[in-house]
Every structure is written in C-alpha cells, then in structure tokens.
C-alpha cells in the first residue's frame, strides 16, 4: 500500500517533442505529490508539485495531472529539449517520508 | 550557499570499518530525511529526524545503522561494520518544520565498498 508505480522505465524522445510519465498509488493517506528531476551524480531537484484538491498545475513547460478517483497522476514536459535529458522521479507523502516511484530515464534527442 | 550540504562526496571503506556520512540542512530547516539510493534503483526512506530527536526511522536497517541530529551541528548517518551491499548513494534532505512537505535534498555521498 506504500508503494508508487511509475512507467515508463525509460523513455526516448525528439526534441520539441512532449514526453508523459506516469505514476499510480495506492495509499489514500498521501496527500501530496511532488516529481524530483536528477542527473547523474547530482541529488533530486524538486520540480514541481501538486495537491489532490486539484487536476492539473502548470509551471513553464512542466504539467502536471492529476486523477484522484483512479489514483494516477502524470507529467508532462511540452517542447521536450536535450537539457531535460534526465532521470525522473514522482513521490507520494502524507507530509513526511517521501514514497518514490522507480524513476524514469528520459533521454531527448537533438 | 544555502542549499543541503553533505560531506563527504564520495568515501570508500574497506568491509568491516565504519561510514559516517554528514548533512547540514538548509538555512532555517530543523528537519532531516536520510534516504538511500542503490544503483539502477529509486530512492528508498531510512530516517526522519528532528534536533535532538528521531521522529521515524521505520526505514532503517535494524542493524549497523544510526542515525542522529544533534542540537549543535550536522545530522549524521553512521554505518557500522560496512558491507558490500551497503555501496550506495545516500542523500539527506531537508525542511523548515514538521508537516512541511516540500524537502530539498542535497549532492549526496557516494559510499563505495570493498
């Protein structure tokens, strides 16, 4: 019941292109939704987050969409470039530990 | 800079010795998270601590691990008579209070054993 499934495990896309990533959960305590963006050798950066009072939040190329009845929510990134090259991590908490998905690697070609 | 800092970045350790990993949280932050990343794998929980006070450490290995957070200082991770399947990215995160739920992590250390 802890547990967050992410897919896609990696993901190739051109640039200008939108890439989606999706999570699932199951423990209704989470309340709060962040996804985590890394690249190698670096820690998780926040990049954006989202409450589920609410469907859908938008920060510059970053969204991020939220089903509550289904327990899904997702991210998209439009006009993909090659610096979002990166693995990225969605995380659940009902406000203390985080609960990560598996992370997916993102690789966006010039 | 007053971003997560963690010290040191990188320490390799024979099988046997002992890791002690350090974290200063950001400026104005009493709340810490440990967590541990295996290679090719998510970040897993280990530790929640609070100055002077462990709030939840359910994600811990019941042996060889401590962790503290003292008054004065950095939060530090301690890894007791290391083993191979200890090799790890171990990061520390932080925030303002609890029930804050945004954490901000820093660089990390890169324990290896061997």
């Known amino acids: 019941q802890q547990q967050v499934k992410q897919s896609p495990q990696s993901l190739i896309v051109q640039k200008g292109g939108i890439s989606i990533i999706n999570c699932a959960y199951e423990?209704?305590?989470?309340?709060?939704f962040p996804w985590y963006q890394q690249f190698p050798g670096k820690g998780p950066a926040l990049l954006i987050a989202i409450r589920p009072d609410v469907s859908e939040k938008k920060e510059g190329r970053f969204t991020i969409s939220f089903n509550k009845s289904a327990k899904q929510f997702s991210l998209h990134i439009m006009d993909s470039q090659p610096g979002d090259s990166a693995t990225y991590f969605c995380a659940a908490t009902p406000g203390s530990r985080l609960t990560f998905g598996e992370g997916t690697q993102l690789t966006v070609n010039p | 800079n007053a971003g997560v800092m963690q010290n040191p970045r990188h320490l390799v350790r024979r099988r046997g010795q002992e890791a002690r990993l350090r974290c200063s949280p950001m400026k104005g932050h009493s709340h810490v998270y440990w967590y541990r990343q295996l290679p090719e794998e998510g970040l897993k929980f280990m530790v929640y601590l609070q100055k002077e006070n462990i709030i939840d450490e359910s994600g811990m290995p019941k042996e060889r691990f401590s962790a503290e957070f003292p008054k004065e200082g950095p939060s530090i991770l301690r890894i007791q008579q290391v083993v191979r399947g200890d090799s790890a990215a171990y990061f520390c995160a932080s925030s303002p209070y609890r029930g804050s739920y945004e954490q901000y992590f820093g660089p990390g250390t890169r324990l290896t054993v061997t």
């Open positions: 423990n209704t305590a989470f309340d709060y």
